[in-house]
């Protein structure tokens, strides 16, 4: 929403919103305040389960609606010289879906974009911008497209092109105005979880769904090659034990970080 003109009264068309308390916790702020409705977007089959599976898990114990959106569906990630992307793409859409309902989330929407070359463009923008003028979430996590340093380019322009659906095209009825056509209404979620985060300022405790959390990355066969969920878990103790001793004393396979967004409407 644009801002009006100086002598007008600024309308809202959230009149009966509660501002989410920045102070406070935003999951259970959110709880408090607004219907619990989360949509995930990420690059890739597994980039939601690996960074964010176990909150994923927690919201859907917790009663939340989670929807899932994957720009592509993985057809580079194998090296094997037989394999073809589509044939690829099949078996690792068919292993998103079972790790969405591992989590509790609703069968994933795949936008269908190739491995490698998602473009931070306005045909991107406009499928998300629909995405959340369908499912209405009021937190979406997806990647930070913003975070210096070596990153992939498809999480990098997943995560870009998420922010810019969110603020300001979602919101404003003259972006993308065929979504029209469906009946589907402007929104503006209230927040956002940004993962594969540098400078992360939330972190969720998924001790009670770590489980969860692996058998949902185990449900990626084709990537995870062969391990169990004893294998994970103790590489998952060791790498924390590692980090530990590095330095980062927080380190933990048991909780998830992210940078918290708060938007205003
Ligand atoms: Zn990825």
Redesign the pocket.
């Known amino acids: 929403m644009t801002t009006p003109p100086a002598g007008q009264p600024r309308t809202s068309r959230y009149p009966e919103a509660q501002n989410i308390d920045p102070a406070g916790d935003l999951l259970e702020e959110l709880e408090a305040k607004a219907p619990k409705r989360a949509l995930v977007v ?3 089959p ?2 939601a389960e690996f960074t964010s599976g176990g909150t994923i898990a927690l919201l859907c114990a917790r009663g939340w609606d989670v929807n899932m959106v994957v720009t592509t569906s993985g057809n580079k990630g194998t090296k094997d010289p037989e394999v073809t992307p589509q044939y690829l793409a099949g078996v690792r859409e068919d292993e998103q879906r079972a790790a969405a309902a591992i989590c509790g989330a609703h069968e994933p929407i795949f936008l269908g974009f190739p491995d490698g070359y998602v473009q931070e463009d306005d045909e991107l923008r406009g499928l998300l911008v629909r995405q959340i003028r369908l499912h209405r979430p009021e937190l979406v996590i997806t990647w930070d497209g913003f975070r210096p340093g070596f990153n ?1 380019r ?2 990098r322009n997943t995560g870009r092109a998420t922010y810019d659906a969110i603020y300001p095209a979602a919101d404003d009825h003259l972006y993308y105005t065929l979504d029209k056509d469906e009946d589907l209404e402007p929104f503006r979620p209230q927040a956002m979880l940004l993962a594969g985060t540098r400078d992360a300022d939330y972190h969720v405790d998924i001790t009670p769904v770590i489980r969860t959390k692996v058998r949902a990355i185990l449900a990626h066969v084709s990537q995870i090659h062969g391990r169990t969920e004893e294998q994970t878990m103790q590489m998952w103790e060791d790498r924390a034990k590692a980090a530990r001793e590095a330095g980062d004393e927080n380190a933990s396979p048991y909780r998830e970080s992210f940078t918290k967004v708060i938007l205003r409407r």
């Open positions: 990420f690059a890739h597994d980039d992939h498809d999480h």
